[in-house]
């Protein structure tokens, strides 16, 4: 099956920029979608289809997808924005469409 | 507003039957525009898709649970389950119901989590 690879942590200062990246085979092929997940709490769709962000998500969250890497950015990061984050791709011609990576942890120093 | 409320019991012994409910409302689980999927979460890990059901009753299951794992839906309840049975410390997690769109494949929406702890 697909394996989606992702770093354990990432840390940043407050108002800088984040770069979490996820690694896949020819990912750049697959629409990448992005999670945020609080502890205690279901994930949130926070940019869907690469680059698209839902409605009620800051600007300040954004994607790219090319190659081998995805790469969730968050610009001016804020405390609120300490949490996981997960890629997930479908790869829907495996018998494992479902994949995601193991999860990033945003740590805001 | 969609909303996902999964239900079931939080105990399982080992060798028994794992058997969880997602109630859906705001939304019906007859369209054909979504599926209904179940993720679960070990403690201190990542995500894991178990599989999902499309209205029609067609259904995709991770092949490392498939032997072991049934999903069902009821639409006059508005609702889904899953069950997995010969459960095993190893199935301890958060188990999630979500909803993703066909064809997009992202979950959009997502029940608050449903602790199973399974132990003797």
């Known amino acids: 099956s697909y394996v989606l690879t992702q770093a354990p942590s990432v840390s940043v200062a407050p108002g800088q920029t984040a770069r979490i990246t996820c690694g896949g085979n020819n990912i750049g092929t697959k629409s990448v979608h992005w999670y945020q997940q609080r502890p205690g709490q279901a994930p949130v769709v926070v940019v869907r289809d690469d680059t698209d962000r839902p409605s009620g998500i800051p600007e300040r969250f954004s994607g790219s997808n090319s190659g081998n890497t995805a790469t969730l950015t968050i610009s001016g990061v804020e405390a609120g924005d300490e949490a996981e984050y997960f890629c997930q791709v479908w790869d829907s011609s495996s018998d494992h469409p479902g994949v995601f990576g193991g999860g990033t942890k945003l740590i805001v120093l | 507003q969609v909303r996902l409320q999964e239900s079931g019991p939080g105990l399982v012994k080992p060798s028994q039957t794992l058997s969880l409910t997602c109630a859906v409302s705001?939304?019906?689980?007859?369209?054909?525009?979504?599926?209904w999927t179940w993720i679960r979460q070990a403690p201190g890990k990542g995500l894991e898709w178990i599989g999902y059901i499309y209205y029609g009753g067609v259904t995709y299951y991770n092949p490392s649970l498939k032997s072991r794992l049934t999903i069902s839906i009821d639409t006059p309840r508005n609702q889904f389950s899953l069950n997995l049975s010969s459960v095993t410390a190893a199935d301890t997690a958060v188990y999630f119901c979500?909803?993703?769109?066909?064809?997009?494949?992202?979950?959009?929406?997502w029940g608050r989590g449903a602790l199973v702890t399974v132990s003797s």
């Open positions: 705001g939304g019906s689980i007859s369209s054909g525009d979504f599926s």
């Open positions: 979500a909803r993703a769109l066909v064809g997009q494949w992202y979950f959009d929406f």
